[in-house]
């Protein structure tokens, strides 16, 4: 309802709006018939209902998380029309380390409760500047276009074109992390879901050189709305706002192989590196109870981590399962045929905290890679060399490894 409602709302200001206000300053736009306007932006909205970004549970979920905890205010930017908005008029500048911090930074207003809107028309585009000119007629100026600038993923980007207001929220948000800023990992922690600028500009990898950016962000024009909002990279203003890329678009430039074996070998890299992941975790586990000392924090059925841990001085560890879990890397696993749900780092095994080992460490790389390929959703499509590099690299970490001997991290 709030969707059609605000859409609908915008229309009417972009239609009746008088054109010399609209186009003031802009010599070179043309205002479309009022009736081919409406039904292009009836379609357009038509489209959007059926994209990610059109979901206002999820952004009253995220509000109400804020008013509980203000410290989460920082995800309205990206999940909410307002706070994306709020946003762009500070010019996307870095959050503020507190919310009630008084240092530089930004931190958005936490909304009242059940008002806010998913990233709508408006979020994206400004109604209040001048037009330009697009496939379908006059487009309301996007809020960010090209400049280079730092994300919160803790990379820049350079000049992406119409792509940039896409990726200063389709970024891991959480800075940099590789070999180099992260030696050793304190938690569990996971990406972001939709990290692809981080596929994209080759950024927040272990094992492998990062900062390699893929070669489709040189050689498409304005980077993730080519594929993502037209039927083919060579359409100058793609319109399609479902947002949905297929691998059906990759043949209109790539005739020497077939996209979807790109598909395919990434998705048979993933289980393959899950699949050795379990396994290092199992024998990681093992290895405890054997030697009479293994232990974990269970967390119960809201998924609450309880406050004392399980021990195990002798059984059996099978069907172990790593997985996500908001932005945490968790393992479901049994224990003498009962099954516990823990996070990796609330994991002992002869009295050693998983990330205090140096196996543990491994596994938890491995885990953030595996994720960060995972919650990209392309399939490699990104950047298919460095998705391959990345799966390759650390299978090899991993096969190298013997996680039935467990060496505790140097001082």
Same mark, same amino acid.
């Given at each position: 309802?709030?969707?059609?409602?605000?859409?609908?709302?915008?229309?009417?200001?972009?239609?009746?709006?008088?054109?010399?206000?609209?186009? +003031?300053?802009?010599?070179?736009?043309?205002?479309?018939?009022?009736?081919?306007?409406? &039904?292009?932006?009836?379609?357009?909205?038509?489209?959007?209902?059926?994209? /990610?970004?059109?979901? !206002?549970?999820?952004?009253?979920?995220? =509000?109400?998380?804020?008013?509980?905890?203000?410290?989460?205010?920082?995800?309205?930017?990206?999940?909410?029309?307002?706070?994306?908005?709020?946003? &762009?008029?500070?010019?996307?500048?870095?959050?503020?380390?507190?919310?009630?911090?008084?240092?530089?930074?930004?931190?958005?207003?936490?909304?009242?409760?059940?008002?806010?809107? &998913?990233?709508?028309?408006?979020?994206?585009?400004?109604?209040?500047?001048?037009?330009?000119?697009?496939?379908?007629?006059?487009? /309301?100026?996007?809020?960010?276009?090209?400049?280079?600038?730092?994300?919160?993923?803790?990379?820049?980007?350079?000049?992406?074109?119409?792509?940039?207001?896409?990726?200063?929220? !389709? =970024?891991?948000?959480?800075?940099?992390? =590789?070999?180099?800023? @992260?030696?050793?990992?304190?938690? +569990?922690?996971?990406? !972001?879901?939709?990290?692809?600028?981080?596929?994209?500009?080759?950024?927040?990898?272990?094992?492998?050189?990062?900062? =390699?950016?893929?070669?489709?962000?040189?050689a498409i024009y304005n980077t993730c709305t080519a594929c993502h909002m037209g039927s083919t990279y060579k359409q100058r203003h793609p319109t399609d706002h479902s947002f949905q890329?297929?691998?059906?678009?990759?043949?209109?430039?790539?005739k020497e192989f077939d996209p979807m074996d790109v598909k395919y070998s990434v998705l048979w890299g993933l289980e393959t590196l899950k699949a050795t992941i379990d396994t290092a975790?199992?024998?990681?586990?093992?290895?405890?109870?054997?030697?009479?000392?293994?232990?974990?924090?269970?967390?119960?059925?809201?998924?609450?981590?309880?406050?004392?841990?399980?021990?195990?001085?002798?059984?059996?560890?099978?069907?172990?399962?790593?997985?996500?879990?908001?932005?945490?890397?968790?393992?479901?696993?049994?224990?003498?045929?009962?099954?516990?749900?823990?996070?990796?780092?609330?994991?002992?095994?002869?009295?050693?905290?998983?990330?205090?080992?140096?196996q543990g460490q491994i596994i938890a790389k491995a885990a953030w890679n595996l994720f960060m390929i995972d919650k990209d959703g392309s399939f490699g499509a990104h950047n298919h060399?460095?998705?391959?590099?990345?799966?390759?690299?650390?299978?090899?970490?991993?096969?190298? @490894?013997?996680?039935?001997?467990?060496?505790?991290? /140097?001082?």
């Amino acid at each position: 309802m709030w969707s059609e409602r605000f859409c609908f709302l915008f229309l009417i200001f972009y239609v009746f709006t008088p054109v010399s206000n609209l186009n +003031a300053g802009n010599e070179t736009t043309t205002q479309q018939a009022p009736s081919e306007s409406v &039904a292009r932006d009836l379609l357009y909205s038509q489209q959007w209902q059926k994209s /990610p970004h059109a979901n !206002h549970k999820l952004a009253n979920e995220i =509000n109400s998380g804020a008013m509980a905890n203000p410290s989460n205010a920082k995800c309205l930017v990206c999940h909410t029309s307002q706070g994306f908005i709020q946003w &762009a008029r500070e010019g996307f500048t870095p959050f503020r380390s507190a919310v009630n911090s008084s240092g530089g930074g930004f931190m958005p207003t936490i909304l009242e409760d059940e008002t806010a809107l &998913a990233p709508t028309c408006i979020a994206c585009h400004d109604p209040q500047t001048e037009m330009t000119k697009g496939t379908g007629g006059n487009d /309301p100026m996007l809020r960010l276009k090209s400049k280079p600038r730092a994300l919160l993923g803790g990379f820049k980007i350079g000049n992406v074109g119409r792509g940039a207001i896409c990726m200063v929220c !389709h =970024n891991n948000g959480q800075g940099l992390t =590789n070999d180099a800023t @992260t030696p050793v990992m304190k938690s +569990a922690r996971a990406p !972001h879901k939709a990290n692809q600028a981080d596929i994209f500009m080759g950024e927040n990898f272990f094992f492998v050189k990062t900062g =390699n950016p893929a070669y489709h962000v040189n050689a498409i024009y304005n980077t993730c709305t080519a594929c993502h909002m037209g039927s083919t990279y060579k359409q100058r203003h793609p319109t399609d706002h479902s947002f949905q890329a297929t691998f059906e678009i990759c043949y209109a430039c790539h005739k020497e192989f077939d996209p979807m074996d790109v598909k395919y070998s990434v998705l048979w890299g993933l289980e393959t590196l899950k699949a050795t992941i379990d396994t290092a975790i199992t024998d990681f586990a093992q290895t405890g109870i054997d030697a009479g000392k293994f232990r974990l924090l269970n967390m119960n059925e809201d998924e609450k981590v309880e406050k004392d841990y399980t021990s195990f001085s002798e059984g059996r560890i099978s069907d172990v399962n790593i997985r996500y879990l908001y932005e945490r890397q968790v393992i479901e696993v049994k224990v003498n045929g009962k099954s516990y749900l823990t996070s990796l780092d609330v994991i002992e095994s002869k009295g050693f905290r998983l990330l205090d080992s140096v196996q543990g460490q491994i596994i938890a790389k491995a885990a953030w890679n595996l994720f960060m390929i995972d919650k990209d959703g392309s399939f490699g499509a990104h950047n298919h060399k460095l998705i391959s590099e990345v799966i390759k690299e650390t299978l090899k970490k991993l096969e190298e @490894t013997d996680f039935k001997v467990i060496v505790p991290l /140097p001082n």
